[in-house]
């Protein structure tokens, strides 16, 4: 079992930035990748950022790419996500989890999840 508890979550003004945390309770032999995902209100959950433990070969989704920047520090378990010109449409609850597959942008491939942190960007 692993326990993924994100944070860095709030409120922020449109242009600008937020950097998230999420902390994994121990490293797992085999789940390598650690992913961000985020659901807006109404919406479902869609994939952010994607990095690998040992390479940190990271993924983006199309939308993030060249504003968002997911990093991992090994030693401390954790995962970030920097997050920098952000826009209202980046209003979400941001979510990590960790699977066993490779970089993969589906729900599915991931087995354990944070209870998410709320990031609201104001226009």
């Known amino acids: 079992q692993v326990q993924l508890v994100e944070s860095g979550g709030g409120l922020v003004q449109a242009g600008g930035s937020l950097r998230l945390s999420c902390t994994a309770s121990?490293?797992?032999?085999?789940?390598?990748?650690m992913a961000w995902f985020r659901q807006a209100p109404g919406k479902e959950r869609r994939f952010v950022a994607a990095i690998r433990w040992n390479s940190g070969t990271v993924y983006y989704a199309d939308s993030v790419k060249g504003r968002f920047s997911i990093s991992r520090d090994s030693a401390k378990n954790t995962v970030y996500l920097q997050m920098n010109s952000l826009k209202p449409e980046d209003t979400a609850d941001y979510y990590c989890a960790t699977g066993t597959r490779g970089l993969s942008d589906s729900q599915s491939d991931y087995s354990y999840w944070g209870q998410g942190t709320q990031v609201t960007v104001s226009s």
């Open positions: 121990r490293r797992t032999f085999g789940y390598e990748t």
